[in-house]
Each structure stands twice: as structure tokens, then as C-alpha cells.
């Protein structure tokens, strides 16, 4: 059974840091692509960053490129998303799942229950 724990989320002052973390069982994300999204209220969720198997590629949305860093430890099953110079606008939960097609199709029609990230003063 697939499972995926995102963690991670707090509420935070603009500027602010975070570092999510989504742990995934049931299936080996080495032979994934993995992708991090976020559902903000009143709107789509939207691919936020993908990471191929290997981590030597990566996409990012364009509002938060330089911002935010994907990353992936194959061997803790884990992907990991640094999140720096928080906005407002970033406010949302966030979700991560594996990839069917690059960079953002995901995988998995089930989702984890996410993570909420508040910026805000």
C-alpha cells in the first residue's frame, strides 16, 4: 500500500525558512521522479518542484525558483523541499508524490494528507 507523510509545515514570518520532508512507503522512490505540489485555499494545486531518480535534474515553478531547493535521500524512501525567503503568497499545503510523466504529471491518484505552511506576520 503507498503511503506518503508529508511533514514539516508551521507557521512562519515572512523571510522565514522551512524544511519539509515527505516520507513515502510501499513502493522504492528510487525509480520514481518525485515532485513536491501545494493546494492554496480557493485554488488548484500546482506543481511547486520535481526531482528525476537520481537527483541530478530539477524543474521549479517559476515563483519559487532561487527560493526553494528539491532534494532526495533514495536510501530513507525520503524527498526532501528547503524552503527559503518565504512569501505570503507561499501559504498553502503541500503535498509530494512520485512522478508518472515529467516534470509534474503525478503518479498516485491517492495524496497524503499534506502539510500546512502559513507565512505570514
Known amino acids: 500500500q503507498v503511503q506518503l507523510v508529508e511533514s514539516g509545515g508551521d507557521l512562519v514570518q515572512p523571510g522565514g525558512s522551512l524544511r519539509l520532508s515527505c516520507a513515502a512507503s510501499?513502493?522504492?522512490?528510487?525509480?520514481?521522479?518525485m515532485s513536491w505540489f501545494r493546494q492554496a485555499p480557493g485554488k488548484e494545486r500546482e506543481l511547486v518542484a520535481s526531482?528525476?531518480?537520481?537527483?541530478?535534474?530539477?524543474n521549479y515553478a517559476d515563483s519559487v525558483k532561487g527560493r526553494f531547493t528539491i532534494s532526495r535521500d533514495n536510501a530513507k524512501n525520503t524527498v526532501y523541499l528547503q524552503m527559503n525567503s518565504l512569501k505570503p503568497e507561499d501559504t498553502a499545503v503541500y503535498y509530494c508524490?512520485?512522478?508518472?510523466?515529467?516534470?509534474?504529471?503525478?503518479?498516485?491518484?491517492?495524496w497524503g494528507q499534506g502539510t500546512q505552511v502559513t507565512v505570514s506576520s
Open positions: 508524490n512520485a512522478l508518472r510523466v515529467w516534470p509534474g504529471v503525478p503518479r498516485f491518484g491517492s
Open positions: 526531482i528525476n531518480t537520481t537527483g541530478g535534474r530539477s
Open positions: 510501499g513502493f522504492t522512490i528510487s525509480t520514481y521522479g
